[in-house]
């Protein structure tokens, strides 16, 4: 199961036709992808599980660099170290693998690839506005390089191929999230009062295990005061009656992501917990119903941000996250928002997480849960009680 590719090749194969659709389009020559989404999306290659969580070396040094010309096949730039990995996690033939220092001599790699195939004047994309990407230095030595050819960004390009989801992909998402529901269940009997934020966040990550993850995925209690996003877990401080908690969980499946949240209190409930949770679900609900296939995902985001307000909610981020993929990368781009291109649409076989943030008496708290948008509508994945969990002593 490991140690080969996660697809069959046809999958693969489809993925380069769409590509190469796309690249024509674009009036591009060939693409060049660094960031790791990308290059995963194109090759399949995952390489060590613990890669994801040391992105400020493993990203620029082990993952490689896929070049795909219009109409050819892909050939991976990458480093020697890992080549037999590369080699038994893809399709792909054709690789040369470079010793460091990797920013000057991957660039020369890629100019001799180029050259080969009559592309070294060429219009070449790479994603050079994704996160975990190109560094500076190795752009510049690019240029160098190739000073005849002409580099555009293809990022969005990508994005927007990596939406939406193939039949295997969609089938490894859902693995991801019932993983997602079955830990949840779990979790919820295991824990109890009298543990802290840190305690919880591992007996999560264990329970992801038990449930069939294959690789460590997300964990995030947040407990009143403080965003979850912008200070540490409390490693000290012990849960007790009357807290109100938020966790974020996101489970992962051979690299495919789910990602939600399920809300805790610690003995019961206070109406005015009961309310706040109440609110947020009250305005997620009826704003899904906007959540329509073939809409503007903008307009979506205007209207979540009217049922919003129409309830006399807040939120901080006024409509400029409501959202986003599940993917590779647990909020996957494009992310959703009022400032979407006006182009972007919500269209069958997504995946997405739609969220977005209200203020409660207890803080700015997300209401999330998980869809596949068929022809219909979306399809809920996330089959967890929607409900506040109740922990006992």
């Known amino acids: 199961m490991f140690n080969e590719p996660i697809f069959q090749k046809s999958e693969f194969e489809s993925r380069y036709a769409r590509a190469w659709e796309a690249m024509g389009e674009a009036g591009l020559d060939a693409i060049v992808v660094y960031n790791p989404g990308n290059q995963f999306w194109l090759s399949g290659y995952m390489g ?47 690789m040369r693998c470079v010793t460091p220092p990797l920013e000057e001599n991957r660039p020369k790699a890629i100019k001799d690839v180029l050259k080969g195939l009559k592309l070294e004047k060429a219009r070449i994309g790479i994603d050079l506005g994704a996160f975990g990407g190109m560094v500076v230095t190795e752009y510049e030595n690019l240029k160098k390089e190739i000073p005849h050819a ?28 019932e993983i997602q ?9 295991r824990i109890g009062r009298g543990i802290s934020e840190t305690e919880l966040m591992f007996t999560l990550i264990q329970c992801q295990a038990e449930a069939g993850a294959t690789e460590v995925g997300i964990a995030m209690p947040w407990t009143h005061p403080g965003y979850t996003f912008f200070r540490a877990q409390f490693p000290d401080r012990l849960m007790e009656p009357g807290d109100f908690q938020w966790i ?24 005015k917990q009961i309310k706040a949770f109440d609110d947020m679900q009250r305005i997620y609900r009826e704003a899904l119903e ?26 901080p981020l006024d409509g400029g996250f409501v959202g ?27 995946v997405i997480a739609p969220e977005w943030f209200i203020n ?34």
């Open 48 to 94: 060590s599980l613990s890669a994801k969580r040391f992105p400020e070396f493993s990203h620029h040094v082990l993952y490689p660099k896929i070049l795909l010309p219009r109409g050819g096949e892909p050939v991976i730039i990458g480093f020697v170290m890992p080549q037999e990995t590369y080699a038994n996690e893809t399709y792909i033939k054709e």
């Open 150 to 177: 002409e580099i555009a960004d293809c990022t969005e390009m990508l994005y927007r191929l990596r939406m939406v989801k193939s039949t295997n992909e969609v089938a490894y998402l859902r693995i991801a999230v």
């Open 181 to 189: 529901n079955n830990a949840f269940r779990k979790f919820v009997r």
């Open 248 to 271: 974020d969980g996101g489970s992962l499946y051979r690299g495919y992501c789910s990602d939600y949240d399920i809300i805790l209190a610690f003995g019961e409930p206070t109406s």
């Open 290 to 315: 906007f959540w329509k296939p073939g809409r503007p995902i903008c307009e979506i985001a205007e209207d979540v941000r009217r049922i919003v307000k129409a309830h006399n909610q807040v939120d």
């Open 324 to 350: 986003h993929n599940l993917g590779y990368e647990m909020v996957e781009r494009p992310w959703f928002g009022i400032g979407s291109p006006p182009d972007l649409k919500l269209v069958e076989n997504m």
């Open 360 to 393: 409660t008496p207890f803080g700015p708290m997300l209401f999330e849960e998980n869809f596949l948008v068929t022809a219909d509508g979306l399809e809920r994945l996330t089959d967890y009680p929607s409900k506040i969990q109740v922990i006992a002593g």
